[in-house]
Each structure stands twice: as C-alpha cells, then as structure tokens.
C-alpha cells in the first residue's frame, strides 16, 4: 500500500509538510497508521503519540481512529485547533 501523509499547523513545523510512504500492509486503520508512524522517529513519537489531540482527515474527510485508509490515499494530520 501507498500512502501521502500530510501534516498541518505545529505538525508540519515538527515534521515537514509531507511524507511518501510504500509498502505497508494492508488493510491499515488511521490508529495503525498513527502508531506506526510514531514509531518512526523521536519526532514523529513526539507528535503522534497515543492520547495526544490530533486530528486526522482521509482523502479530505475527517477520520477517527477505526476508519479505514485505502491504498492511494491522502491522510492529513493536524492539531484539533487551527487558524487560518
């Protein structure tokens, strides 16, 4: 599976605007995905750690944590509160 993340607001200052993933398992949840990128990097743990208020957004629509995350998709991760 392939997969854009994208991240928003203090995320993106911590983690940069965007990474490309390939090959992971499939079928992935956005919790899976969540911990297997937090376990990436002290960064991405930092950011992403479980119980910690992110938001998350598959191909534009918010997601919880069950939902699931089809090959192709764009995931976005941002803090609960943005401006703009």
Known sequence: MNLTIRYFASLRE????RQELQGL???????????????????????LQ?????RCAVNQVMAGDEAD??????????PPVTGG
């Open 69 to 78: 995350v089809p090959d192709g998709a764009e995931v976005a991760f941002f």
């Open 25 to 47: 398992p499939s079928p992935l949840t956005v919790a899976q995905l969540r911990a297997r990128l937090s376990e990436s990097s002290a960064a991405h743990a930092q950011a």
């Open 14 to 17: 911590a983690l940069g605007e």
């Open 50 to 54: 479980h119980g910690k208020a992110v």
